[in-house]
């Protein structure tokens, strides 16, 4: 559905209730091709494609997939749009690298069933793509069909974690780095919860932010909701940085 101007959204399934089949929020920027953030995850992919087609969108004019990260929740579904209109996918280097080791972890199903950070999700076995078939990109200016964007690496939730930012609309699509009153995982795989405070007040400091659209659940629109949250968010950090669950973030794979 359209959100705004050239901006369009595509809520995952359940939101926030990461107890069932987890998919996460899918944003378009429409252009002379369009760029399309997180796709999902591939059993969706079907219902993705009709949401865009109803929008008076065609898939095929795609020009880039781009992933805020590697979980299959957000990734999964760029196989498909490599499949079957060779549209190119692009993730940060250091996630491509994280996605040929410890990443893989993500996409197998026993890491649901056996791990404490796993179990907290029911989910099935997902299609592991091979990270050679992500261009790797970097944080900084990021010039897609004659827009000028920008990407931060935000690590934390995953090591390769990325930001996208379009200062001119006040857009920031955020993927898992967090949500409306929460911050996200930090004791999945890869993960640190240092890390990703780090991440939250650099993010926190942007300027040119009048919509963040996370990877899961609500966007936050307006600039004192942005704000208000980022409070939430900072309040949660210092409950978090005075107990022990930081220590036990991540176990060994
Ligand atoms: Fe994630």
């Known amino acids: 559905m359209q959100f705004k101007d050239d901006i369009y959204f595509y809520p995952g399934q359940n939101g926030m209730n990461f107890s069932g089949e987890i998919n996460c929020n899918t944003v378009l920027i429409k252009g002379s091709k369009h760029l399309l953030i997180d796709p999902g995850i591939a059993r969706r992919y079907e219902e993705l494609l009709a949401a865009i087609r109803s929008d008076n969108i065609d898939p095929s004019d795609i ?35 994280f996605l040929g080791g410890v990443g893989r972890t993500f996409y197998r199903k026993d890491f649901y069933k056996n791990t ?23 944080s900084g200016p990021f010039l897609f069909e004659n827009r ?22 006040g ?41 963040v659209m996370c990877g899961h659940g609500e966007a936050i629109v307006g600039r004192e909701q942005v704000r208000q949250n980022y409070a939430a968010l900072f309040d949660e950090i210092k409950i978090k940085e005075n ?11």
């Open 63 to 97: 020009g880039l997939v781009l992933l805020t990260h590697g979980h299959p929740d957000h990734a999964e579904a760029s196989i498909r749009f490599k499949a079957d209109f060779g549209i190119k996918a692009a993730m940060s280097n250091v996630e491509r690298q």
């Open 116 to 138: 404490k950070a796993g179990s907290k999700y029911r989910i099935s076995e997902y299609i592991l793509p091979d990270k050679s078939m992500f261009i790797p990109v970097f």
């Open 148 to 169: 000028q964007y920008r990407l931060y690496d935000t690590p934390g939730h995953s090591p390769g974690g990325l930001c996208f930012h379009w200062p001119e609309s």
């Open 171 to 211: 857009l920031l699509v955020i993927g898992d780095n967090y949500f409306p009153g929460t911050i996200g995982a930090y004791d999945l795989p890869g993960g640190n919860f240092r890390t990703l405070a780090k991440s939250l007040t650099m993010l926190s400091g942007l300027l040119d932010v009048e919509m």
């Open 243 to 253: 107990t022990v669950d930081v220590n036990e973030e991540s176990e060994s794979f």
